[in-house]
């Protein structure tokens, strides 16, 4: 598999039952960075795992997951995203649960093209917003959603006990 990927292949759609196995191998990416040391990579992806399986069988509403495509390689990325009230406002808002690109592909626009499809999506089923956590140390997504116009609004900080 080569690193080339051509935009004009690329295609945006809903995900479907039979993307279940495609999707379950890339949740791993979702801790593909220096992790905290008092995490494991598994609960980085295994609830986003159980809510695509929800969605994918149509047991959660409120949530969707779309895939982007290409028509040489097949899934090339996976945004999972949930409608609920913003958490200050309560005004009606999506939250960005994963966004995930194929490690070969990153840097090419391929999460840049998702994130636009989400926020569009976002907004035709009523978001006044769209919100998302990631970790202090994931760079690259970081570096993705500032360019995207997100602002750091809050600091979740955890002792453990």
Known sequence: MTADCDHKNLHIRPAIRGDRERLLAMMPQLADFDIPVSRQPEHLW??????MDN????DSSDSFV????????????IAMVTMRKELLSEHPSAHL???IIDPALRGRG?????????ETTARSRGA????????NN???ARKLYQSRGFESELIRAIKWL
């Not at 295994?46 to 809510?51: E, I």
């Not at 969605?55 to 149509?58: A, E, F, K, S, Y």
Request: net charge negative.
């Open 46 to 51: 295994q609830g986003d795992a159980a809510l």
């Open 55 to 58: 969605v994918l069988r149509g």
């Open 66 to 77: 779309d895939v982007i495509t290409d028509s040489n390689r097949g899934i090339v990325g």
């Open 97 to 99: 649960e994963a966004l």
């Open 110 to 118: 391929i999460g840049s093209a998702l994130m636009q499809h989400v």
């Open 128 to 135: 006044q917003s769209l919100t998302l956590h990631v970790f």
């Open 138 to 140: 994931n760079h690259t």
